[in-house]
């Protein structure tokens, strides 16, 4: 379990790390991420992303990008139809809860940034989606805590729709705070 959900948070983290150009750390989840896809036995090709065509791709976003994305999605469909399909759902909660960690967590005073809590606001199509699929699951008894801790997020998305007070927001930052505490390892 563990590992599948730190697949997701690295797969987040490698993201962002691409996004803004921060080179040695890209390399180094880069690596994180094929430790953990070999010790689950997901026979998807992360060797790409260790090669020195990878590296030189490093100075070109949109490929990167591109590459990360389609080696997570093949991840998914891996570990979804002829693996576990409790990991691909473990993995992609990860990735949900490491992405809003990183937006909540961008500067100390992000409720001031209108544009940023927008975007936090309208993860609440993804966070019901989520939900949705880990309450799909929740007989796996790692599915059912994961869905419990994001259970937690619901009071504040659900006054989404006449906007999101500074106590909802923070609400939110300080849940998934905690939620990332307790899932990452």
């Known amino acids: 379990k563990n590992k599948a959900v730190n697949l997701g948070v690295y797969g987040a983290d490698l993201a962002y790390a691409a996004t ?4 040695q750390d890209v390399k180094l989840y880069s690596k994180a991420l094929k430790d953990l896809v070999d010790q ?5 090709d992360y060797s790409t992303m ?3 065509e990878f590296k030189e791709k490093i100075n070109n976003k949109d490929t ?6 389609k080696t997570f999605y093949d991840t998914y469909a891996f570990l979804d139809k002829k693996s576990n399909p409790d990991l691909a759902i473990m993995m992609v909660t990860g990735m949900w809860v ?5 937006a909540t967590n961008i500067s100390e005073d992000t409720y001031h940034y209108s544009g ?4 936090i606001a309208k993860q609440n199509d993804s966070y019901d989606k989520l939900m949705k699929l880990l309450s ?5 008894k790692d599915i059912k805590e994961l869905e419990t801790k994001l259970n937690e997020l619901k009071p504040a998305y659900d006054k989404v729709k006449s ?3 500074q106590k909802d927001y923070m609400l939110i930052l300080n849940t998934i705070k905690s939620v990332r505490n307790k899932i990452v390892s």
């Open 20 to 23: 803004y150009d921060q080179k």
């Open 40 to 44: 689950l036995g997901i026979n998807v």
């Open 50 to 52: 260790l090669s020195d």
């Open 64 to 69: 990167l990008t591109k590459i990360i994305t």
């Open 98 to 102: 490491e992405a809003m960690y990183i």
């Open 116 to 119: 940023l809590v927008e975007i």
């Open 136 to 140: 799909s699951r929740d007989t796996d």
């Open 163 to 165: 906007g999101l007070t």
